[in-house]
């Protein structure tokens, strides 16, 4: 036999391992990807039907000739109306990159427990392995099924989110660096969700027990987000300014202002509340401490991708380490 021959015959026994496991685990959780997938396309219409009733809230205050800065008595009830409408539809928006935020943890908590755990619990993963599948074609099924809907659903949902989000204008408009917003678009969303899928695998195998597996994976997804939320602002280095007590502010606009405050004759950095809030009156607690000049550490917003793309790798290192944990603890497990 030929070696082209050989190859073809791995090739296609490959294929048929993974095939068989993987079918298997679409017949049995069809109902729940079913469901997922009727959210995801509510989700879709939800986030295009905001941006269409943004676009109609703009075009109708435009008809009324008014704006948002205009001082006649006339125009106080139109810019009103439309100030409480953009409002409401920003909050909309909020709700959907919080909802997005949160989305691996769910999608770890469901790997690691209907998924793994409970084929555990139920005595099911003997007569998986018992099949033409090794066990570690069947944890290769499990993750590569649920990778292609995940990840393309994502894709979508914050493509959507993104797209809705532009439709928003003065005086909510969107901003990049928003918790909610930051964490669903760009590369993160996506990055987020792998690394949603080895934790919940690395979980379902350590622990075997469906509840549990699937508490340790949602704690440890959450810990995940509001860590890298936390820590987020020191990624990238941020651009530092000094100016005048009395100067012009140096940041351009959309920057994301981590820190503010004041420098000493001394070159001390005093944070920004420390004359706020004084007994003293804000100048004679300058002069106190000896205040000569305003310093910004900020974020402008071309620091975006860089911020994003260094969160996406640390969530993708964080997916690696965890399926190869995932493998070895099947292979402990398996014998």
């Excluded at 704690?219 to 941020?238: E, I, Q």
């Excluded at 140096?250 to 005093?270: D, M, N, R």
Aim: net charge positive; charged share 15%; with cysteine.
């Amino acid at each position: 036999m030929s070696t082209s021959t050989l190859t073809t015959t791995a090739r296609t026994a490959t294929v048929g391992t993974l095939r068989g496991p993987s079918l298997v685990l679409l017949r049995i959780h069809r109902r729940t990807l079913w469901g997922v997938g009727a959210a995801a396309v509510a989700a879709v219409a939800c986030m295009i039907a905001v941006a269409l009733l943004a676009d109609r809230a703009v075009a109708d205050f435009a008809s009324t000739g008014c704006t948002l800065s205009s001082d006649t008595e006339a125009c106080f009830q139109p810019a009103r109306n439309h100030t409480d409408r953009m409002l409401e539809l920003s909050r909309l928006l909020t709700y959907a990159g919080l909802a997005l935020t949160t989305l691996p943890a769910v999608v770890a908590a469901f790997v690691a427990g209907p998924m793994i755990a409970r084929e555990w619990e139920t005595g099911s993963i003997r007569l998986s392995w018992t099949q033409s599948a090794s066990p570690a074609a069947w944890l290769t099924a499990r993750l590569a099924t649920l990778a292609v809907p995940v990840v393309g659903g994502i894709v979508v949902l914050s493509a959507v989110f993104s797209w809705s989000r532009s439709r928003l204008t003065y005086p909510f408009p969107a901003t990049w660096e928003d918790a909610t917003a930051f964490a669903a678009t760009g590369t993160v969303p996506v990055a987020g969700a792998l690394l949603a899928l080895a934790l919940g695998a690395l979980a379902g195998l350590l622990l075997r027990r469906t509840v549990l597996a699937m508490a340790a994976a949602l704690l440890a997804s959450g810990l995940v987000t509001v860590v890298l939320g936390a820590v987020r602002d020191h990624l990238w280095p941020t651009v530092k300014a000094t100016y005048p007590l009395e100067g012009k502010y140096p940041a351009p606009h959309w920057s994301h202002i981590v820190e503010q405050g004041f420098v000493t004759a001394k070159g001390e950095l005093l944070p920004i509340d420390t004359c706020l809030g004084a007994h003293l009156e804000f100048e004679e607690c300058l002069a106190r401490y000896d205040g000569v000049q305003n310093y910004l550490h900020y974020h402008p917003a071309s620091h975006f991708w860089p911020l994003q793309l260094v969160e996406t790798g640390i969530l993708l290192a964080l997916a690696a380490l965890a399926v190869f944990a995932a493998f070895r603890v099947l292979r402990r497990l398996h014998g």
